[in-house]
């Protein structure tokens, strides 16, 4: 038996090397661009500061969608231009925003009058929403006008309004809706003197007219492709993160006997199964079916049977030697995300964002 305290369990390894790689890669594509690194949510699940922190002299600036989340980068020091991308959701966080200059986006009514309204110690940097298409966030085309007036009006407000919106398809193979978007935003920006901004990352790669003076790259930074079927290294990024744990059990399996709840698989010949200490509790899917990859000691085998909260099962194969203590890896180099979403009826999106509180982090290079 190995001592418990050199077991790796649930342990998500971040490659900063590979992070910085993936922001040269997005930089060339979009060369006269500034790049806005998106690191809401946790900064997709690799660690809000660590990746701030890595990427702070190469980005412009950072794109997050709480106000949580930009005070916690000021906090730390971060001086970089954050916008909000959602802007506020109150009238109160308007006075943190113009004291940790923040920027925000404004999309609606109700925050065009709040900041026309509010008393400030200094003006704050807006991007105006535009609703091209994406019917979600934004002004309609028929509010445009109107509401450029009354923000250029402000003095709330620094001068000029930059221009922001948001694909809805730009990762189809149907390009006919991202163009529509695109001559919607052209249209009206195309006289203004403010920064535009419209693509994050299916936009960077797939929409060079879309890059404007600032692109928004969230999934891409960290190695994820955001088009279904294809993986981020056909792009020439890599994964960001390895998710980490290691065997628990090794076991003699009889063939025709079931496995965990349910008895969902059941073997059709004698084998050694491997219990890894990794569950839906950690963040796997409990989705993933019988058969999604899994690495053990860099060797790819299948999941075999239902994901349990501490737990997931699979089939080393009758000649297997692995044993206790030895490295699995659920997703990351060698074993893209990608392949494990498709496993899982999921997107990459997802369930890379859903990684629970017992997952620790380490960060390499
Ligand atoms: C999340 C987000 C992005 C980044 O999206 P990706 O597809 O991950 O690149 C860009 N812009 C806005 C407004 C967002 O909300």
């Known amino acids: 038996m190995v001592s418990g305290t050199g077991l790796t369990i649930a342990t998500a390894e971040v490659d900063c090397q590979a992070l910085r790689h993936n922001f040269q890669i997005i930089q060339a594509l979009a060369r006269n661009s500034e790049v806005l690194a998106i690191i809401k949510a946790h900064a997709y699940g690799h660690g809000l500061l660590e990746v701030a922190k890595t990427l702070e002299s190469f980005a412009y600036g950072f794109g997050v969608s709480r106000l949580s989340e930009a005070v916690t980068l000021r906090e ?21 925003v113009s004291v940790d200059r923040l920027s925000i986006v404004i999309h609606c009514e109700e925050q065009l009058q709040d900041i026309e309204q509010v008393n400030l110690p200094q003006p704050i940097d807006v991007w105006m ?11 309609r085309h028929e509010q445009q006008d109107r509401v450029y007036q009354r923000l250029s009006q402000s003095k709330n407000i620094k001068q000029p309004i930059n221009l922001i919106s948001h694909f809805s398809r730009a990762d189809e193979a149907d390009g006919k809706p991202t163009e529509q978007q695109l001559s919607a935003f052209n249209e009206f920006t195309k006289d203004k003197p403010g920064l535009k901004s419209f693509a994050a990352s299916a936009g960077i790669l797939k929409w060079p007219q879309s890059y404007y003076n600032m692109i928004r790259p969230g999934i891409i930074l960290y190695g994820i492709s955001p088009i279904d079927g294809i993986i981020g290294e056909t792009f020439g990024i890599k994964p960001v993160m390895t998710l980490k744990s290691c065997l628990i059990a090794v076991r003699q399996h009889k063939k025709g006997e079931p496995i965990g709840y349910g008895g969902t698989w059941v073997s059709d010949r004698d084998t050694r199964i491997g219990v890894i200490a990794f569950g839906y509790g950690d963040g796997y899917p409990r989705s993933a079916r019988s058969g999604t990859p899994v690495l053990v000691n860099g060797r790819e085998v299948a999941l075999a049977g239902r994901v349990s909260m501490d ?12 044993k206790i203590g030895d490295e699995v890896i659920l997703w990351g180099k060698q074993l893209p995300i990608e392949r494990v979403a498709s496993h899982s009826g999921l997107s990459a999106y997802e369930l890379i964002t859903r990684l629970t509180s017992r997952i620790k982090y380490t960060y390499i290079n």
């Open 76 to 96: 730390a020091g971060i001086q970089k231009p954050i916008l909000l991308l959602e802007g506020v959701y109150s009238a109160d966080e308007l006075l943190i």
């Open 129 to 139: 929403k535009l609703d091209t298409g994406m019917h979600r966030l934004g002004f």
């Open 311 to 322: 737990m997931i099962c699979v089939d080393l194969g009758p000649e297997a030697t692995d």
